[in-house]
């Protein structure tokens, strides 16, 4: 099997290096390219001459705009990446007969009511970034390629920057320190990400026809909570791990989303549906806590 990753220094990107890497060939690329291959999202000429060049079986792509408040004045760029990139990979891929893995956002909703939203839910994006995400969904639908897009929340990772680290920076510099509590989901770790897109592959490969298996699927942690949950969960484990803080978790203050303005509307409820992924795949998602603990460990506090 050969594996084209796009996006490799990225936080998933990262992940995907170590547990693709035992599947096969695995040509892995960022922006800056290399081997005479262009992973430059901006670039889509190069990038489809690369996806020839490689002709893989099958196309992971963890690059994306992520810059969710510069969107809203970037909306070019991040339309070029977000949308107009996975579009002329999925045209490569329908072209090579190869598939597609591609990773979404809980952002292609409005954030409205309290339920998990299903995959075939009614979309509606606030912010650019979410609107980028969504043509990007369609685009490769409509190229007729195999493709699993993966939507996910609130991702993070040991390594670059995250919520819990800031919070633990935060936590050590200042007090007072008011957190956000009207918007819900699921911490979910690149690492989980990775190990969990690992599992799909092996499974597409493993049968005569996996044909079936494509489409949309919502992939997070179980579990919810709120960002002031997330950073009182951070705080009360840092504090048992002896880390020195001048806030402690019972001193976070609770605010409202509009106590807080930022460029991009973010959806106050991003809770997404499992049971299809679980259910198709033959998996389990672990409660939001066991990847925080482990990242958290890992950064050591």
């Not at 547990?19 to 892995?28: D, E, K, N």
């Not at 969904?137 to 800031?166: C, D, H, M």
Request: aromatic share 8%; with cysteine; proline share 4%.
């Amino acid at each position: 099997m050969k594996i084209l990753l796009l996006g490799k220094s990225g936080q998933v990107g990262w992940e995907l290096q170590r547990s693709l890497a035992p599947l096969g060939q695995l040509i892995s690329l960022d922006r800056h390219g290399d081997f005479g291959l262009c992973g430059d999202l901006t670039d889509l000429e190069a990038l489809a001459i690369t996806v020839r060049k490689v002709a893989p079986d099958i196309i992971v792509n963890a690059a994306a705009y992520t810059a969710v408040d510069k969107a809203e004045s970037e909306a070019a760029q991040a339309t070029l990446i977000n949308t107009e990139a996975p579009g002329v990979l999925s045209l490569e891929a329908a072209a090579l007969g190869a598939w597609l893995i591609h990773f979404s956002t809980d952002y292609v909703f409005d954030g409205s009511g309290a339920t998990s939203w299903s995959e075939d839910a009614r979309t509606g994006p606030l912010s650019v970034y979410g609107l980028t995400k969504l043509e990007g969904e369609k685009a490769i639908a409509a190229s007729g390629a195999p493709a699993i897009v993966l939507r996910t929340s609130w991702v993070y990772a040991a390594r670059g920057q995250n919520f819990a680290k800031t919070m633990l920076r935060l936590g050590k510099e200042r007090d007072p320190l008011k957190v956000v509590s009207d918007q819900f989901g699921a911490p979910t770790g690149a690492e989980l990400i990775a190990d969990v897109t690992a599992h799909i592959i092996r499974q597409i490969f493993s049968l005569p026809d996996a044909s079936n298996l494509a489409g949309t699927y919502h992939l997070a942690a179980a579990g919810e909570t709120s960002w002031h949950g997330y950073a009182q969960f951070v705080f009360d484990y840092a504090s048992k791990m002896g880390a020195e803080l001048k806030v402690h978790a019972d001193q976070v203050g609770a605010i409202r989303t509009e106590d807080y303005p930022v460029p991009a509307t973010r959806p106050r409820n991003s809770r997404l549906n499992l049971a299809k992924l679980e259910k198709t795949f033959n998996l389990k998602m672990p409660p939001w806590q066991q990847g925080v603990q482990r990242m958290l460990d890992e950064i050591q506090l």
